[in-house]
């Protein structure tokens, strides 16, 4: 897919196809992706952990409204910010917005749908018990993914609303 046409046509999907697991290879691929964004220092604060065991997305499930997405979805990717290699907390976490973008693009193109789960946020300490990680990694947002069932649809306000320019021409 064309770089702009993936940015453009990109959309939040929260509906996917019955028992149609998705290959290992394009979550790799996902992962990589988020990877590859931009990170303060290069210090690459991001970490994963790859959710595609039924039992353990249920009780993913039960922390937030967005539960039957989680259920539906065959692959969840809960991303974590380590609090080791966090060296300024507010450009940690725009690094971590940027892999998170990156993940939903590399879905996306690979003819996955995807979407960002932050509700889930409220329970951000009950999601790191049932992830079991290490105590320095703090729960940023999950991200569900299959094979989309429905188009997702949503609209931007116009572009002029929300740019300013200072341009005299020269
Ligand atoms: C920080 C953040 C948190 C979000 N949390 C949720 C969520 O908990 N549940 C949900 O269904 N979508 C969630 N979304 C997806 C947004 O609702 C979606 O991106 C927005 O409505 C625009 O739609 P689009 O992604 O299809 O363009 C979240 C997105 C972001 C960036």
């Given at each position: 897919m064309e770089c702009m046409e993936a940015l453009l046509s990109r959309r939040s999907i929260r509906h996917y196809l019955d028992r149609c697991s998705v290959e290992l290879e394009k979550i790799r691929k996902a992962l990589e992706a988020a990877h590859w964004a931009p990170s303060g220092k290069n210090n690459q604060p991001w970490r994963f952990v790859v959710v595609l065991e039924r039992e353990v997305r249920e009780q993913l499930a039960?922390?937030?409204?967005s539960g039957r997405i989680i259920r539906e979805a065959p692959v969840a990717v809960a991303v974590f910010m380590d609090r080791e290699v966090s060296y300024h907390r507010e450009k940690d976490v725009q690094s971590i917005g940027a892999c998170i973008e990156n993940m939903l693009l590399a879905f996306h193109c690979q003819g996955l749908g995807a979407v960002w789960l932050g509700e889930i946020l409220k329970n951000r300490e009950k999601v790191e018990t049932v992830l079991k990680v290490p105590p320095s990694w703090e729960f940023m947002a999950l991200v569900s993914a299959g094979h989309p069932a429905r188009d997702g649809s949503s609209t931007r306000r116009p572009l002029e609303e929300v740019v300013v320019w200072f341009d005299n021409g020269d």
């Amino acid at each position: 897919m064309e770089c702009m046409e993936a940015l453009l046509s990109r959309r939040s999907i929260r509906h996917y196809l019955d028992r149609c697991s998705v290959e290992l290879e394009k979550i790799r691929k996902a992962l990589e992706a988020a990877h590859w964004a931009p990170s303060g220092k290069n210090n690459q604060p991001w970490r994963f952990v790859v959710v595609l065991e039924r039992e353990v997305r249920e009780q993913l499930a039960q922390l937030t409204v967005s539960g039957r997405i989680i259920r539906e979805a065959p692959v969840a990717v809960a991303v974590f910010m380590d609090r080791e290699v966090s060296y300024h907390r507010e450009k940690d976490v725009q690094s971590i917005g940027a892999c998170i973008e990156n993940m939903l693009l590399a879905f996306h193109c690979q003819g996955l749908g995807a979407v960002w789960l932050g509700e889930i946020l409220k329970n951000r300490e009950k999601v790191e018990t049932v992830l079991k990680v290490p105590p320095s990694w703090e729960f940023m947002a999950l991200v569900s993914a299959g094979h989309p069932a429905r188009d997702g649809s949503s609209t931007r306000r116009p572009l002029e609303e929300v740019v300013v320019w200072f341009d005299n021409g020269d």
